[in-house]
């Protein structure tokens, strides 16, 4: 589908990010799955504010370290995670930290879009339902209805709202899981390939999504498209049989790669 | 040529068919198989399919048809007012079937000659001591209209297999002749045996819908017989069961009714909780060295059989019951209640509910559970408002299925509950069921066709139809909920 790109062909914005706090520090991560050693010693600040894109051919790890920014990985029994990961300075692996309480901080959208078999209105309202995070019946309506607006979904669902989400098309259904994700108001938005399954109208919106949603969440995204990682992204991390090779302002990744592997990677001579 | 014998020569025949097919297929395009429209094997299987499948047709048409005709045939013989009564009637004919039976047995013992069994007549020969001798005991002496036509009955037999024979190889050698002539490089053999194939799976899926219609048919021929000689508003309406094979019985069937339905409620309220319980600790919670111990065990119960069940409840259950919550509390004094046979019932479908449900629950895609983890929702939150939603409509058909199980129990309830047809709110009261009573109506010595007895196929018909009803509502409530989750 899409065929190497030269550097030149990619049209960088002007990003300043520089002045934006680490959200997250992680230092020194490892995973294990078993014996096979997945992820090795990565080191990675996430900027609060800031687009930061996951690059690298399959099986290098973006999914797993990305799972490691939320705990998700304490859900596979075989996963051990070795290192320290710290949001807003406070370690995230930490004996008193509940892993339920830091996933409502740090919300996660998944590849394959992944409504519950519930209506539209209960997908956006589980997440502040579980959590509580409104008094009354008015109050969630709300919440739902300006989630579903920020995820650009509300002009199509609004007169339906009590139909199942998991009769939406794949792109809307998409979108219903960004809106669920936000409608615990996250401070960081894990996404790994959200657009892996939708069609090019479909991933448009998204991306414009994701570029608002930046001013009010970190949002770390996984792709496997160099273009996608270029155009929504201020930062890019590029992995690589689960070393972080190279991480950057995005303008320099693709401009300016420090490392040959990059290099080689973004001009599609490997992948 | 017995039947057996027969099948064998058939298939024999289709085997031979089989490597003639082939030969005949690649000796046409002298042994360059690229050239045939299908694989030789395809040209050998229509050869022998062609053999074998109308014969084994005929043959089992004819199996069904020759016993009719001979029983029409040997009504000849018999005096006219026998014929005319239908009861009589077959009365008449198991005798000569008897008979006839005797006289082949003699001729293989050796005790009569062929030619003798055939002209063998009651006045020359004591035909019942011949036969007693042979080792076939008849009620009384055998009279001449019946020896007669029993002999009858022996060579019309006789000649039907010989026909029989004929037919089926005839057509089993016409069907290979056919196949054989029809065998050329063009011939399209593969789409052939396709089109055979799927005609032998729709006859052996109609096998199944027949015997269902035949059951239902002959359930309700039976049921007529019975509305016949008993009002059914009585009997859908009568709150007395007292059956008297004296007559003058109340067949109402409200009691048993409410004895089976109060007994599945009891049987439900225990199984359907423990059940969907026990499968959410096995799908969602337990590690995999806990599940491979526990589904196991749990699943011994599935295993035991009901009447083991119903004398843990009659021994055991009963009585518990008995001394240390119905006796105390003033709820009366019987060993055998309601309260027993549903426990028991209950725990019996425990394993039933739960491992339908565990499979149920594990084809609920990760990618839900993952979801629901990511917005911070605990384990039993995400099993609550998502799995169990997402596996409801597998759920309710898993229950419907344990309901039509704990209606149609009956051992349990015979030792757990007891016999006595009560209608009654007290669950320590001895209640009974439907399914009993049809076993009870029918056991015994009793008169085929008075409504005492007839009354069990009204039952079971009924019966039938509530399992139906609950079926066909499972269906309703499955699609309603059903969700489209990839
Ligand atoms: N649940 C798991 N169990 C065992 N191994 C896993 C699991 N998930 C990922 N891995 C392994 O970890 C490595 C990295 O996988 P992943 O993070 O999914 O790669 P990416 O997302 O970059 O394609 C791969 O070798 C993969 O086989
Ligand atoms: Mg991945």
């Known amino acids: 589908m899409e065929g190497p790109i030269q550097m030149k062909d990619i049209h960088i914005e002007e990003r300043v990010v520089s002045d934006h ?16 050693h997945a992820l090795k010693d990565v080191d990675v600040d996430i900027l609060a504010g800031t687009v930061t894109a996951f690059i690298g051919p399959s099986g290098c790890g973006k999914s797993t370290f990305l799972r490691c920014l939320n705990r998700m990985n304490d859900t596979v029994s075989s996963a051990r995670v070795v290192g320290e990961i710290l949001l807003d300075g406070e370690d995230i692996y930490d004996k008193r930290v509940d892993p339920v309480q830091l996933r409502a901080k740090v919300g996660m959208v998944f590849q394959k879009p992944n409504p519950f078999p519930k209506s539209i209105y209960d997908n956006v309202a ?33 007169d339906r709202l009590q139909a199942p989400g998991t009769g939406l098309s794949g792109g809307q259904q998409q979108r219903l899981c960004i809106a669920r994700a936000i409608a615990t108001s996250p401070e960081v938005l894990l996404m790994d390939e959200p657009c892996s399954a939708l069609d090019p109208i479909a991933t448009a919106q998204v991306e414009e999504l994701i570029d608002e949603l930046r001013s009010q969440f970190s949002v770390v995204i996984v792709t496997h498209s160099m273009q996608q990682a270029a155009r929504v992204s201020q930062k890019t991390a590029f992995f690589h049989l689960g070393n972080l090779v190279e991480y950057g302002e995005t303008g320099q990744i693709f401009t300016n790669p420090k490392d040959p592997r990059t290099e080689s990677y973004i001009t599609g001579r490997i992948g | 040529m017995t039947v057996l014998v027969l099948v064998v020569a058939t298939l024999v025949i289709a085997g031979v068919g089989f490597f003639l097919g082939r030969s005949r297929a690649l000796s046409g395009v002298s042994g360059n198989v690229r050239d045939l429209h299908s694989l030789p094997g395809y040209y ?34 018999l005096p006219a007012e026998t014929v005319a009564d239908a009861t009589a009637f077959k009365l008449a004919v198991a005798d000569i079937r008897r008979v006839a039976g005797g006289l082949d047995a003699a001729v293989l013992a050796g005790a009569l ?62 069907g290979l002749g056919y196949a054989l002539s029809v065998t050329r490089a063009e ?29 239902i048919w002959s359930m309700l021929s039976e049921s007529l017989n019975f509305f016949r000689q008993y009002p059914a508003t009585e009997f859908f309406f009568g709150l007395t069961w007292s059956p008297n094979f004296r007559g003058g019985s109340d067949l109402g069937f409200i009691p048993l009714l409410w004895g089976t339905l109060y007994i599945s409620l009891i049987a439900m309220i225990v199984a ?99 979801g629901s983890y990511g917005l911070g929702a605990t384990k039993s939150e995400t099993v609550k ?79 039938f139809v509530i399992t139906l009803g609950l079926n066909v509502f499972a269906l309703y409530i499955v699609r309603k909920y059903r969700e489209e989750y990839e």
Not at chain 2, 143 to 166: K, P, V
Not at chain 2, 191 to 211: C, D, F, K, Y
């Open chain 2, 272 to 370: 359907v909780p423990l059940g969907l319980f026990t499968a959410i600790y096995l799908a969602e919670y337990a590690g995999p060295k806990v599940r491979a111990w526990v589904k196991p065990l749990i699943e011994v119960i599935a295993g035991i059989p009901t009447v083991v069940f119903g004398l843990f409840a009659l021994v055991t259950v009963g009585p518990f019951l008995r001394d240390y919550f119905a006796q105390p509390f003033g709820f009366g004094n019987s060993g055998a209640s309601v309260m027993t046979a549903g426990l028991v019932i209950g725990i019996l479908n425990i394993p039933f509910i739960s491992s339908l449900a565990d499979d149920i629950i594990n084809s609920v895609p990760q990618s839900l559970r993952d």
């Open chain 2, 44 to 77: 050998g299987w229509h050869v022998a399919l062609m053999a074998a499948l109308p014969a084994f047709g005929v043959l089992l048409v004819w199996l069904i048809v020759q016993p009719i005709v001979i029983e029409r045939n040997i009504g000849s013989l």
């Open chain 1, 21 to 36: 706090k680490a959200k997250i520090t992680a230092r020194g991560v490892q995973v294990y799955y078993g014996t096979n």
């Open chain 1, 126 to 158: 589980y997440g502040p339902k579980i959590h509580g995070l409104t008094r009354n019946k008015a109050e969630l309506d709300e919440v739902v209805e300006s989630c579903l607006r920020k995820a650009a979904l509300w002009n199509e669902v609004k």
């Open chain 2, 187 to 215: 011939f399209r053999a593969r789409n052939r045996v396709e089109i055979v194939m799927m005609g032998v799976l729709i006859t052996a899926s109609s096998i199944a819908i027949l015997t269902t219609v035949g059951i």
């Open chain 2, 113 to 174: 000659t062929e030619a003798s069994a055939a002209e063998l007549t009651s006045g020359g020969t004591d035909v019942r001591a011949v036969l007693a001798g042979v080792g076939v005991a008849l009620g009384s002496d055998v009279t001449n209209d019946t020896l007669l036509s029993a002999q009858m009955y022996r060579s019309m037999t006789a000649t039907g297999a010989l026909a029989r024979m004929i037919a089926v190889l005839a057509v089993a050698l016409a």
């Open chain 2, 385 to 463: 408002q998502v799995i169990l939603p997402a596996a409801l409509p597998g759920i309710v058909g898993a229950v419907l299925l344990a309901a039509s199980r704990a209606i149609g129990e009956t051992m349990i309830v015979t030792m757990g509950a007891g016999a006595s047809a009560k209608l009654s709110l007290n669950p320590f009261d001895a209640m009974t069921t439907m399914t009993v009573k049809i076993v009870g109506q029918l056991t015994g010595d009793t008169d085929f066709n008075s409504p005492e007895t007839l009354v069990a196929f009204a039952l079971g018909i009924t019966l």
